[in-house]
């Protein structure tokens, strides 16, 4: 029997490549991020949803050793693998939680009065975003930031030339997203609970590309249609035939060097408490 924590896109390792793949292709934008958000050596700061861990790792090299990040996740799978990177690397200073976010104990199990929280494409897939985002406020010291990059419109996830295939797969995952009680435009919600919460929004700014099959960032839909189509097809939400065609016409797009990609649109916060 398997205790493993499933999400609606899987923990699996085809899943462990994906995310590592996505993280490669935004790690310039989360940098840039942390960066404004004043994310510097010696701070103990929180990867809330840290998956595999690979911002993880990056969070872990901007404090140094001096600091400290803790990395919350309920995946045992992908905190094993954070923790086999650990491991090989000889890093000392992160620790991994292995928790449920939307469980209220969350809060005794971050430390207390950290100086920032990162989260990305979490809040999507939890079943209480607004007590999530509650309970994280509670562990920032006044002052402290949080840095979060999710779903504001992801119908915005496109091909130029229009593709209907591309655009019924679009439709079918945010269908199943919401299906598991996920809201994939979550994004749209969090500026106005920060608001309540009386954090001071510094930055909120949409982060959407327009790319040819060439450009790197082509590479990240693409993963998600590599696997997402499977799941999708595995979950029920896509036929045999729908799943081919999804992957067909990403296909012929990815033949004409002059086709284009519009990516579904994040929306970057930076907030401080
Ligand atoms: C799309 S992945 C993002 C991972 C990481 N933040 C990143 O950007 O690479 C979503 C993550 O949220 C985690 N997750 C989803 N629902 C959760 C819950 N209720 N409690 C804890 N983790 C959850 C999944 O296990 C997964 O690691």
Sequence with gaps: MTTEKDYVLGTHDEEIERLGLQHRVWRPKATDAWQRAGFTVGQTLLDVGCGPGYATLDLADIVGPTGRVVGVDRSRRFLSHLETQLELRGIGHVETVEVDLDDAQLAERLPAGIDGAWCRWVFAFVQDPKALLVRVAGALRPGGVMVIHEYFDYSTWRLIPPSPAQELFVGKVMETWRATGGEVEIGTSIPGWLGELDFSIESVRPLIEIVGPRDYFWEWPKAFVDVGVERMRELGSLTGAEADSVRQA????????????????????????
Excluded: F, H
């Design 250 to 273: 990403l296909a012929d797009a990815e033949r004409d060097p002059r086709s284009l990609m519009v990516t579904p649109g994040v929306i970057e916060i930076i907030a401080k408490r």
